[in-house]
């Protein structure tokens, strides 16, 4: 079993910073890719960015050159930058992470922008 836990979430105005992290404990292995979703009153939940062990990682467009990924493979720690919030970034934003079959996520953590 693996348990995600989210941090850093909370109320911005459009243009400000946010930076979350995501704690993994339990039975982690070096081979996995961990993650961030988003999901948007009305809308699915859609991924972010993640990031591989070896550091590849795989940013939605709308988010590019805005949110930065980064990973402390020793604390098994994932960490999101988010700069010049927009409104439209307004959403529960869960960790995921994958290894092997299984997909674990976070409990999510509320990010709002207001306008």
């Known amino acids: 079993q693996v348990q995600l836990v989210e941090s850093g979430g909370g109320l911005v105005q459009a243009g400000g910073s946010l930076r979350l992290s995501c704690v993994a404990s339990?039975?982690?292995?070096?081979?996995?890719?961990m993650g961030w979703y988003r999901q948007a009153p009305g809308k699915q939940r859609e991924l972010v960015v993640d990031?591989?062990?070896?550091?590849?990682?795989n940013y939605v467009d709308s988010v590019k050159g805005r949110f930065t990924i980064s990973k402390d493979n020793a604390k098994n720690t994932v960490y999101l930058e988010m700069n010049s919030l927009k409104p439209e970034d307004t959403a529960v934003y869960y960790c995921?992470?994958?290894?092997?079959?299984?997909?674990?996520w976070g409990q999510g953590t509320q990010v709002t922008v207001s306008s």
């Open positions: 339990g039975n982690i292995f070096n081979n996995n890719i």
């Open positions: 990031i591989t062990s070896t550091g590849t990682t």
């Open positions: 995921n992470i994958k290894q092997f079959i299984y997909t674990y």
